[in-house]
Nanobody, 127 residues
């Protein structure tokens, strides 16, 4: 079964940075768009960022624009989420996910458009 493995979460002070990594178990993921979502306690899972299979197109939710950067290393078969200027509102479990195949060049923001999910990594930002 195909899996996604996230890593890089942890505890950081407000204003700090973290880098999350997501490594699929199969290199065939290299052609798929990938996304990062997060879920805070008592809240619904929300879209954070997405990147196309080529790595040339990205999309972000407004609250992280200018602070977070999604990227992918095709040689390493890894997707990254660099998070800077973290604040307490960024505290959540972060999940990476594989986008469903699409015939149109669009990066989805809805969780229902992603079909394979990792187990999540906890990010905690202290004041």
């Amino acid at each position: 079964q195909v899996q996604l493995a996230e890593s890089g979460g942890g505890l950081v002070q407000a204003g700090g940075s973290l880098r999350l990594s997501c490594t699929p178990s199969k290199r065939t993921f290299i052609t798929y768009a990938m996304g990062w979502f997060r879920q805070a306690p008592g809240k619904e899972r929300e879209f954070v960022a997405a990147i196309s299979g080529s790595g040339l197109d990205t999309k972000y939710t407004d609250s992280v624009k200018g602070r977070f950067t999604i990227s992918r290393d095709r040689a390493e078969n890894t997707v990254y989420l660099d998070m800077n200027s973290l604040n307490v509102e960024d505290t959540a479990v972060y999940y990476c996910a594989r986008s469903r195949p699409s015939t149109v060049a669009i990066l989805f923001t809805g969780a229902q458009q992603y079909d394979i999910w990792g187990q999540g990594t906890q990010v905690t930002v202290s004041a």
